[in-house]
């Protein structure tokens, strides 16, 4: 990560205490969901099944190499729209979410964040391509669950509505009364940041490698991190003058 300069600083400060309602990806900023499962592994097996029903040919060779196993449902999508097969493949693309889910490793200083954020009056949500059955899987097996409920929301049987589409930010705009403005999401992808530009909600860039970060800002992101931990900081620092004045719940 390159350093931020003073005006990135300021511009980071405004983004988090501006924001009453946090809108998260799941897979990176929360968690490594593919950490012992990897993500090109089960790309693979994705299109592992689909030879051995004789349609990988609905996939260009890149896609057939691809390492995202979005990437292949996304194709799948586009050939087939609405298919048996696109909801059978979903369906499988869950069911190894659902196993990573088992061995994915919590991101430094997230769990200590969203516990912060929810102790300062902030409303939290999911916004994530990961299936929501996954996202709350994982949240409740660290505890956050009551810091996002009812507020996860994920991949449904309409693929149209992955991100970038922002459907998933506005669902979570809509269900909390947020306006986009006061809002902010915090995303690890390009199609994240494009999917809040869309929505109208500021925008804050986790990227931990420096390709991340190349990828984020040639998307148009302005303000990234590297870690968790200044936003912490910045908060626990809101926290304790909160508690002093007893303004923390």
Request: hydrophobic share 35%; net charge positive; with cysteine.
């Amino acid at each position: 990560m390159t350093a931020r300069t003073g005006d990135e600083t300021e511009e980071l400060w405004n983004l988090i205490t501006r924001a009453r309602v946090v809108l998260w990806d799941f897979d990176g900023p929360i968690c490594r969901l593919f950490a012992g499962h990897t993500s090109d592994r089960v790309a693979a097996e994705l299109v592992r099944w689909l030879k051995g029903r004789g349609m990988h040919g609905l996939l260009t060779d890149s896609e057939r190499q691809s390492p995202d196993p979005h990437a292949v449902l996304r194709a799948v999508d586009r050939q087939c729209p609405g298919s048996d097969l696109v909801r059978e493949l979903e369906a499988r693309l869950t069911q190894e979410e659902m196993r990573a889910a088992a061995s994915a490793r919590p991101t430094p200083y997230a769990d200590p964040l969203i516990r912060t954020w929810t102790a300062l009056g902030s409303r939290l949500a999911v916004t994530t391509n990961n299936s929501p059955l996954v996202a709350r899987t994982y949240l409740d097996r660290r505890d956050l669950t009551s810091c996002f409920s009812p507020h996860v929301y994920g991949r449904t049987q309409d693929l149209r509505h992955l991100k970038p589409d922002p459907y998933c930010l506005n669902r979570a705009l809509n269900a909390t009364g947020a306006t986009p403005a006061r809002a902010l999401m915090i995303g690890d992808t390009p199609s994240d940041h494009q999917a809040a530009r869309r929505a109208g909600v500021p925008f804050l860039g986790y990227a931990r490698t420096a390709r991340k970060e190349r990828l984020l800002r040639e998307a148009g992101a302005t303000v990234i991190v590297g870690s968790l931990e200044p936003i912490l900081r910045i908060l626990s620092a809101r926290r304790r003058s909160a508690e002093r004045t007893g303004r923390v719940r």
